[in-house]
């Protein structure tokens, strides 16, 4: 009873402050934890494949760009204006197609041989975007994506403030379909293909298919990420769909902590921000995050999560035995 | 008619470099089971290093052996950071080689600038040669016997060799070969190292035809990949396949396709993954 009022507690009070922040924090600290919610998503929907199914991927960027691509193409070439329902919807169906499609020839490879190949396939995407110029603008991408008109609700999304809370939805509705997700009896089942597939398999699962199933959840997730990012720039390019995108997402899974799906927010939370910060102060910036990534693995290579949550659990044991 | 007999040519040279690339990356994967993200860094600096020797001596030569320190960098590379207890996880050495791409290509645009170079061709293979009608630089043809010779010599040195055996026996069983006296880790450290010397010499090698740019490291990386994928990891025979067959559809499909491009590259990966999912001469 305790353990459930408690459980509920912590992410009602984390709602309530980052719904105050910004009437707080300066502006462009709000822009800034905009972005974080994105990628926070972003990063969520990565550790149901990486941490909970033990499926190694880099080219999660495939499913985030795809899904920015087609809310962009739709907003810019087609509709020619915000249409948000619409645009939502082929964004997360598209980038779960994608998953679909492509699940269906990678999924049986495991190991480093999918990690590889997850790779070239989001770069043979990137490299169709980079070149198909007619429809996704090439290289210099496609500009000009509107932000969703929400005036009869009294929001202006061209607000920063208004802004930051139409994305706290998403993100809060997303974290919370994504725990739900990975507390089912589905979610329970992936975890066990990770602990020993071939045990799931004389059990009587369908491991393929229980795989091929997280798969496209998890890109469906990705893909709401990629829509809420074209709204944020109000352009898409190439870079969405690179390896270094796959890669940022990757690290901060692990910085976060692998598996624990809260913890990959966190980790979104510190990559966006050391980024900013180191790169407002150097154009070097590619040398300190790389020096970063590396000096993740070493000093926290479970991740801040679980060492926030041991210095936690040390300090109420600590004051258990004072009570004592 | 010529279109084509141009167009095989030039996959052949293309598919060459590849192989060098893809050899030692196929190796240092599939059997050495580290994720080398960084293999294209190795390409990248080692023709920039070789870019400025070639420049300050006018030695091709000079320039090749430049290129091939990156042999050293790999042992470092492995030495301090891949061959250490916290990278045994496919994970941390993603994060491990990720973070040296990163470091390494943002040292090279610092130090070469972002402007495309290219190696000057040794004066010696400048010319052009007549093939019937056609009309072909030396240049690309010494690259394809450079590439046999390598190949011949990489061959020679695992199937013949008592030191090849060793390397052999030391990826098939690694505690076994340790109980029988031989120095695992320094095999492996050999083996890193030799990947990443080819690596670096391919980089000079294909200065002067693919040029030198920001981004390359990870082009070349991304085609040297396909080529371990189609191949099948581990295999040196793959390897060489996958190397002919992307340098083919690579060449072909850039002047047939040029939008679509990277998409006959998928296609043939895809292709491949569907007969075979562990590639043309994998283990499974």
């Known amino acids: 009873m305790m353990k459930t009022t408690r459980s509920l507690g912590i992410p009602a009070l984390l709602i309530i402050i980052l719904g105050i922040l910004p009437l707080i924090v300066p502006p462009y600290y709000t822009g800034l934890l905009t972005l974080m919610f994105i990628y926070a998503l972003f990063a969520m929907s990565l550790d149901i494949l990486q941490g909970y199914t033990g499926l190694a991927s880099l080219g999660h960027a495939a499913f985030f760009g795809t899904a920015a691509y087609v809310a962009g193409i739709l907003n810019v070439k087609v509709f020619h204006g915000p249409h948000l329902g619409t645009e939502l919807v082929s964004g997360v169906v598209a980038a779960a197609l994608t998953a679909a499609i492509l699940g269906l020839i990678v999924l049986r490879s495991t ?85 020993s597939e071939s045990r799931m398999k004389a059990l009587g699962y369908n491991t393929w298919l229980q795989k091929y199933i997280a798969f496209i959840v998890s890109a469906a997730f990705a893909g709401l990420a990629g829509v809420l990012l074209a709204y944020y720039n109000g352009f898409v390019s190439p870079a969405e769909l690179h390896l270094v995108n796959s890669a940022e997402v990757l690290i901060m899974v692990i910085l976060g902590g692998v598996g624990t799906l809260f913890g990959p927010a966190i980790g979104a939370g510190i990559i966006i921000l050391i980024k900013n910060i180191v790169s407002g102060y150097t154009e070097h910036w590619m040398i300190i995050l790389g020096a970063v990534y590396m000096a993740t693995v070493v000093a926290a290579p479970r991740g801040v999560y679980r060492l926030i949550e041991s210095l936690v659990k040390g300090k109420s044991q600590e004051e258990e035995k004072s009570n004592q | 008619m010529d279109f084509a007999i141009t167009q095989t040519i030039n996959g052949v040279v293309f598919g060459m470099l590849l192989f060098l690339l893809a050899a030692g990356l196929t190796i240092i994967l599939g059997t050495m089971k580290i994720v080398n993200l960084a293999h294209g860094s190795y390409y990248l600096l080692g023709g920039y290093i070789g870019y400025t020797v070639a420049q300050r001596t006018h030695s091709f030569i000079l320039a090749c052996l430049a290129g091939a320190t990156m042999g050293i960098l790999g042992m470092i590379a492995y030495k301090t950071v891949l061959s250490k207890k916290f990278a045994r996880d496919e994970l941390a050495q993603v994060l491990l080689t990720f973070g040296m791409l990163m470091i390494i290509s943002d040292v090279c645009r610092w130090v070469w600038g972002g402007s495309p170079l290219a190696i000057p061709k040794p004066d010696l293979l400048a010319g052009t040669i007549y093939l019937g009608a056609i009309v072909f630089p030396l240049y690309r043809l010494a690259v394809i016997i450079i590439g046999l010779l390598i190949l011949a010599f990489v061959w020679w040195f695992q199937e013949k060799t008592k030191y090849g055996a060793i390397v052999r026996a030391g990826v098939d069983d690694e505690e076994m070969s340790q109980g029988v006296g031989i120095n695992i880790s320094l095999v492996k450290t050999l083996i890193f190292s030799m990947g990443a010397l080819l690596a670096g010499f391919a980089g000079v090698i294909g200065g002067p035809f693919v040029g030198l740019s920001t981004g390359l490291d990870m082009d070349i990386l991304l085609l040297a990949i396909i080529v371990v994928i189609i191949g099948g990891m581990g295999s040196l025979k793959g390897a060489l396949v996958g190397a002919l067959l992307i340098g083919l559809i690579d060449s072909f499909g850039k002047s047939l396709l040029p939008e679509l491009s990277i998409f006959t590259l998928f296609f043939a990966m895809v292709i491949v993954l569907a007969i075979k999912p562990g590639g043309l001469f994998g283990a499974k």
């Open chain 1, 111 to 195: 190991g480093v041989y999918l990690l590889m190949i997850l790779m070239a396939s989001s770069m043979m995407l990137w490299g169709i975007a980079f070149k198909w110029r007619s429809l996704a603008g090439g290289d210099d991408g496609l500009p000009g994506i509107l932000r969703p008109d929400l005036v009869f609700m009294h929001v202006d999304l061209k607000q920063t403030t208004d802004f930051y809370y139409f994305i706290f939805f998403f993100f809060v509705v997303g974290t919370a379909l994504m725990y739900l997700v990975v507390r089912s009896s589905f979610g329970h089942t992936l975890l066990g293909i990770r602990e």
